[in-house]
């Protein structure tokens, strides 16, 4: 006897629908039940919210107004059965930062709302950092009715069809909701976007006011699953051997592993080793190799290192993985001028194929190396017989640049011209804090400019997951913006934001969200009161600065405890003082700031330098003309 039982059908409200839904223990157990074949007929709206569930989009970050009215009413009642969680957020660029760190660091999706006109703008100018780093968000913004009966407040005042979706593309991959039926093809694009294995990105949804509310009729197990891929490989041997050979051959072997390298620190520490090839990072993948091995040789490009942009300036054989040659970790096409040959692992076919005289191994990198490093060890065990001159001689840099770091960080502190006193320089006042990190297992998030470039010259990562450096984009204010992804997370990470004064104040809002969200995170404020990393730019280029200093003094403490639930701390101008204050951030259980007086001006201890080039400026010229004369 048949005792099954036929699921009951959902009820016809969207209040009913939620709760029913969340007794059913979630969309997907109500699919899997069987509960769901038939079409229903439910808002747009609502019908996006489920979409995105089946995707696994659970979390929302949201700044409602007059365009998202109506989704932000099935949030409002789906949140309440427990099936979504919804955050607000006071700057729709910080949101963007915090989605982005979201998934970034924690592998979770998330989706962002907005209005239509200013507000969508502003969270599609913050998507830029998921653009440049390759990070899957969702973008929903609300856009201009599709009736056509005249200009909608806050849409771009042009008598055009279709203007944010225009943009939108633009700027990665969209779809405009103009018709409800187009949702299921909608969410298929979506999905292969955000959930793309090596080009995600943000995808952007834009949602007429008038559509929003519309009925649509749909099957909700037929909405798209978030894709699953398998890992690529060449599909023959060629290739493979061809690169052993060459590897094997010649002696001065350089990797350069980018930012798609992170995934892969097993496999790349096991090429490495097999082949004999000297590692150069890029300021994203900082830790794929520990700071202590041997064959690591730290950073190289425009700011580089002594050891890293000695391998660049020697190699011969370029192995490349997972990089997109970015200008300032590429010298803008000049950082290997004595390079003959490429074996470039990539997973783009067009990333792959970048530099000349290419052994293009297009796939999953990790799969990749571990063929080549099989491949070195049947046919060639003998590949690191004859770099043993090399590595010695990259060892010997790498000495160098240690004993430079070590004098820069012991220096006596100079007196800044501003601060009118000795203060800690900004790679003292880093390398301080990049320790006590360590030490607690915290997560590193710099900010663009001389933050980020002391920062990826000074840290000492042993894994990829110590340190978040947003050089994609370089976007000011991403790191302080990050640290709500430690709250929105399931399982967050204490995270230190090591930002300047002027990415600061790009993002300052983080103090309401951080208390009303409950991080448990650092602002470490290096205040040298101005755009360090421009006004060094502009000195060295043109012997002056211009516009770049700031004559207004702010207390940033006061400022910070000016906000209830906020410990402010003065990180003093020594290191024992600092030490104390991130010691007394640590131990408070919500969002702390650390306000850390830091020097700016030629005394030789106050950066790490610059060791390559960069085609910028007044060096367009030279750079241009050494480009004409690369090989590769």
């Not at 005792?3 to 839904?21: E, K, V, Y």
């Not at 200008?327 to 000349?356: I, L």
């Not at 690191?384 to 220096?411: P, T």
């Not at 400019?449 to 976007?475: C, H, K, M, R």
Request: aromatic share 8%; net charge neutral.
């Amino acid at each position: 006897m048949n005792t099954s039982r036929t699921p009951s059908p959902p009820p016809a409200s969207m209040d009913g629908r939620a709760a029913w839904l969340g007794e059913a223990g979630g969309l997907d157990a109500a699919i899997d039940a069987g509960a769901l074949s038939e079409p229903l007929c439910l808002p747009l709206a609502e019908a996006l919210v489920l979409g995105l569930m089946r995707q696994g989009v659970t979390k929302y970050l949201a700044i409602f107004g007059h365009g998202s009215t109506a989704l932000g009413e099935v949030l409002r009642v789906y949140e309440k059965r427990g099936l979504v969680r919804c955050w607000q957020v006071r700057n729709e660029v910080a949101m963007a930062h915090a989605g982005t760190a979201l998934r970034w660091v924690y592998g979770e999706p998330c989706a962002l709302v907005t209005s239509i006109g200013p507000g969508a703008l502003q969270a599609m100018a913050g998507s830029l950092a998921a653009a440049s780093n390759g990070i899957g968000v969702y973008h929903l913004y609300g856009d201009e009715t599709t009736h056509g009966e005249g200009y909608n407040m806050q849409q771009v005042p042009k008598p055009a069809q279709g203007l944010f979706g225009t943009m939108t593309a633009l700027m990665g991959e969209s779809y405009t909701l103009h018709s409800p039926g187009a949702l299921r093809a909608a969410l298929r694009q979506g999905a292969m976007r955000v959930f793309h294995p090596w080009r995600a990105g943000p995808f952007y949804l834009n949602l007429p006011i008038n559509t929003q509310p519309a009925e649509v009729r749909v099957r909700l197990d037929a909405l798209p699953v978030a894709p699953r891929f398998s890992p690529s490989i060449p599909s023959d041997e060629a290739g493979i051997s061809e690169a052993a050979r060459l590897i094997a051959a010649v002696s001065r072997v350089a990797l350069k592993a980018g930012g798609g390298s992170r995934p892969f620190a097993r496999s790349l520490r096991r090429f490495v080793e097999s082949s004999g090839a000297a590692a150069v990072l890029s300021p994203g993948s900082t830790g794929v190799l520990p700071d202590d091995h041997p064959q690591n040789m730290h950073v190289g490009g425009s700011k580089g290192s002594i050891s890293g942009n000695f391998v660049m300036e020697e190699a011969e054989v370029l192995v490349v993985v997972g990089s997109r040659a970015v200008c300032q970790s590429d010298c803008s096409g000049t950082g290997w001028p004595k390079v003959r040959h490429v074996v470039n692992v990539n997973a783009d076919p067009g990333d792959v194929q970048h530099y000349n005289r290419t052994i293009a191994l297009c796939g999953d990198a990790g799969a990749v190396l571990e063929r080549l490093a099989d491949r070195l060890g049947r046919d060639h065990p003998q590949a690191r017989d004859n770099k043993g001159e090399w590595l010695a001689s990259c060892a010997r840099k790498k000495d160098e640049w240690r004993a430079f770091k070590a004098a820069q960080l012991e220096a006596v502190p100079p007196v800044d011209p501003v601060w009118g006193r000795a203060v800690l320089t900004q790679p003292q006042a880093i390398s301080i804090a990049a320790a006590f990190c360590k030490e607690r297992g915290a997560l590193k998030f710099f900010d663009a400019g001389d933050v980020q470039a002391n920062g990826f010259q000074l840290v000492e990562d042993d894994s990829p997951d110590e340190s978040v450096t947003e050089a994609g984009a370089s976007y000011m204010g991403f790191a302080v913006s990050a640290l709500l992804s430690g709250a929105l997370a399931e399982e967050g990470r204490y995270a230190v934001a090591f930002t300047g004064d002027g990415s600061f104040t790009m993002n300052p809002q983080v103090l309401i969200d951080g208390v009303a969200h409950g991080v448990r995170g650092a602002i470490l404020l290096l205040d040298n009161r101005r755009m360090g990393a421009i006004s060094q730019l502009q000195q060295a280029q043109y012997g002056a600065e211009f516009r770049t200093s700031d004559t207004v003094a702010v207390d940033y403490v006061r400022m910070a405890e000016s906000v209830a639930g906020v410990r402010a701390l003065f990180g003093g101008f020594d290191r024992a003082s600092l030490r104390r204050a991130l010691e007394e951030a640590f131990a408070y259980p919500g969002l702390s700031l650390v306000h850390v007086p830091v020097y700016f001006g030629d005394h030789p201890s106050g950066g790490m330098g610059a060791y390559g080039r960069w085609n910028v400026g007044n060096w367009c010229d030279d750079v241009q003309e050494r480009y004409t004369r690369s090989m590769i």
